[in-house]
């Protein structure tokens, strides 16, 4: 589990233009909008 200031830190180093979502299962964080995210990648895909 990160913290917010860790999580900042971790967005700086992430590419911008690939699309991340932090999760956690044991916290049931992040997990709606993972499934959102693929979601929307797989059906911008389909069209």
């Known amino acids: 589990m990160l913290d ?3 999580k ?3 967005e700086k180093e992430l590419p911008k ?3 991340h ?3 956690s ?3 049931n964080k992040g ?3 993972l499934k959102d995210l693929l979601w ?3 059906n911008k ?3």
């Open 4 to 6: 917010d200031e860790l």
């Open 40 to 42: 929307q990648t797989l």
């Open 45 to 47: 895909k389909a069209l």
């Open 25 to 27: 299962s044991v916290a």
């Open 8 to 10: 900042v830190a971790i």
């Open 21 to 23: 979502v932090f999760i």
């Open 17 to 19: 233009n690939i699309p």
């Open 31 to 33: 997990l709606d909008e």
